[in-house]
């Protein structure tokens, strides 16, 4: 079991930056188990899309849509994944959904709304 809580969003102009922190629990284990962590987001009324993730080695990789402008990170220690986020686009609008996938099971976030105003 892998509970996600998500900080970070808010309201940007265009060109901004914001950080997406993801805190993660697990109830058995520690976050070394957690596979891959990672980001998704929803734009009003569009499918939800991948952004990035980050292996519990340090890969990493981001879509094609956020290249050059999103970092992903990750802190074992502190068991959390940040997104940092720059030259905010006004496209970049949406609900942010951090992810986990952990013994074969994908676990959620709420998710934190960024809001990319021009």
């Known amino acids: 079991q892998v509970q996600l809580v998500e900080s970070g969003g808010g309201v940007v102009q265009v060109g901004g930056s914001l950080r997406l922190s993801c805190a993660a629990s697990?109830?058995?284990?520690?976050?070394?188990?957690?596979?891959?962590m990672g980001w998704y987001r929803q734009a009003p009324g569009k499918q939800r899309e991948w952004v990035a993730r980050?292996?519990?080695?340090?890969?990493?990789t981001n879509a094609d849509s956020v290249k050059g402008r999103f970092t992903i990170s990750r802190d074992n220690a502190k068991n959390t994944v940040d997104l940092h986020m720059n030259s905010l686009k006004p496209e970049d609008t949406g609900v942010y959904y951090c992810?986990?996938?952990?013994?074969?099971?994908?676990?959620w976030g709420q998710g934190t709304q960024v809001t990319v105003s021009s």
């Open positions: 697990v109830a058995s284990g520690s976050i070394y188990s957690i596979n891959y």
């Open positions: 992810y986990a996938e952990h013994t074969a099971r994908v676990y």
């Open positions: 980050i292996s519990n080695s340090g890969i990493l």
